[in-house]
């Protein structure tokens, strides 16, 4: 059995503020908000209602948790849940000059899910949703492109 991937779109995610607990028992906690997270793609284009994130990072990986909560831009609009997962290897250089754990240049990689009551989306709630980006430090947007494993 193989694994196909359906393209899903691109999602943008621009921060707004973050806060961190340094050396935390667990590492270093991070809290952001996020001004807007914009869904671009084949299936839909949507934009965020609400969306916020968290991550536990170490001097070397940080793995953030993402949710964001998605109205479709449709004469009849759904709404959709996403929250994902993702993993990078932090990037030395722009931590030291932002004091952040932040991807930089290396690859983030996500797993998540989403959840709607919406009919023509139904089948998104069985679907585990996958992606891969980057972060751009300068203009504080994170973007993936994202995947449904089928």
Do not use: C
Request: aromatic residues 10%; negative net charge.
């Amino acid at each position: 059995m193989s694994l196909e991937l359906q393209p899903l779109g691109r999602l943008d995610i621009h921060a707004r503020e973050s806060w961190s607990i340094a050396a935390g028992p667990r590492g270093t906690r991070s809290v952001t908000t996020f001004e807007k997270v914009i869904w671009r793609g084949p299936v839909l284009n949507a934009h965020s209602l609400w969306a916020n994130g968290t991550y536990l990072g170490t001097e070397h990986f940080a793995e953030p948790n993402i949710r964001a909560l998605f109205e479709t831009e449709e004469t009849e609009p759904a709404r959709l849940f996403l929250e994902y997962r993702a993993r990078f290897a932090v990037d030395e250089t722009v931590r030291e000059q932002t004091g952040t754990l932040t991807p930089g240049s290396n690859p983030v990689y996500l797993a998540g899910r989403i959840e709607t009551e919406a009919e023509r989306y139904a089948w998104l709630n069985a679907t585990q949703i996958v992606g891969k980006g980057g972060f751009d430090a300068e203009r504080l947007v994170l973007s993936y492109e994202i995947h449904a494993l089928r």
